[in-house]
Nanobody, 129 residues
């Protein structure tokens, strides 16, 4: 059974850093793409960053370019999101999702609220002084 578990969220001051992890089980990431999404209260889900595990191609939302970095560790079957220079507007529940690259990148870039892909349970990130 495909399962994704996020970890690494927490409370951080503006300008600080966090690293989120998305650990996969029940499947290997090799043929998939993994995306990080976030949803703040009262707002729609947003695609933050996605990576194709097979070829390493990536996508970043404009709001996080230059601050966030997505990476993968095939041996650990895990994808990471390094978040630097965090801002209060980054506060949200962060989710990871998996699907075949064609669909996952569509989810990430065009239809972040679509109902497909396999999802983790989410981890809260709060940026506040």
């Amino acid at each position: 059974q495909l399962q994704l578990v996020e970890s690494g969220g927490g409370l951080v001051q503006p300008g600080g850093s966090l690293r989120l992890s998305c650990a996969a089980s029940g499947f290997t990431l090799d043929s998939y793409a993994i995306g990080w999404f976030r949803q703040a209260p009262g707002k729609e889900r947003e695609g933050v960053s996605c990576i194709s595990v097979s070829d390493g191609s990536t996508y970043y939302a404009d709001s996080v370019k230059g601050r966030f970095t997505i990476s993968k560790d095939n041996a650990k079957n895990t994808v990471y999101l390094q978040m630097n220079r965090l801002k209060p507007e980054d506060t949200a529940v962060y989710y990871c999702a998996a699907d075949v690259p064609r669909l996952l990148f569509r989810l990430c870039i065009l239809q972040p609220s679509a109902d497909f892909g396999s999802w983790g349970q989410g981890t809260q990130v709060t940026v506040s002084s």
